[in-house]
């Protein structure tokens, strides 16, 4: 099996940054890809970025590009998402996911049925 763990999360004001990180554990096999989404109260649960694992390619919705940076440590198994200009409309439950085997497409990523793995979350409360 396949453990992640997030960590990171907490209450910050609007503007502020947060770092949040996960580390995959126990029989990890292979990774092709890992992932951000998140799900706010009452919404479904929503892509927020990804990173492949070989070459480092990034995507990111577009309601958080230009704020949120995605990166990998491959040695740590453990991928990171640096929050900045963090916003009201920010706050929700964080998950990390990972996938093992390969795609191609933007689709591969950015769907949540496209991962094999999932953290448990972290909560991230942005106040105004």
């Known amino acids: 099996q396949v453990q992640l763990v997030e960590s990171g999360g907490g209450l910050v004001q609007a503007g502020g940054s947060l770092r949040l990180s996960c580390t995959a554990s126990?029989?990890?096999?292979?990774?092709?890809?890992m992932g951000w989404f998140r799900r706010a109260p009452g919404k479904e649960r929503e892509f927020v970025a990804a990173i492949a694992w070989s070459g480092g390619s990034t995507g990111y919705a577009d309601s958080v590009k230009g704020r949120f940076t995605i990166s990998r440590d491959n040695a740590k198994n453990t991928v990171y998402l640096q929050m900045s200009s963090l916003k009201p409309e920010d706050t929700a439950v964080y998950y990390c996911a990972l996938r093992k085997d390969y795609c191609s497409g933007y689709g591969c990523f950015s769907h949540s049925r496209e991962y094999d793995y999932w953290g448990q979350g972290t909560q991230v409360t942005v106040s105004s």
């Open positions: 126990g029989r990890v096999s292979s990774i092709y890809a």
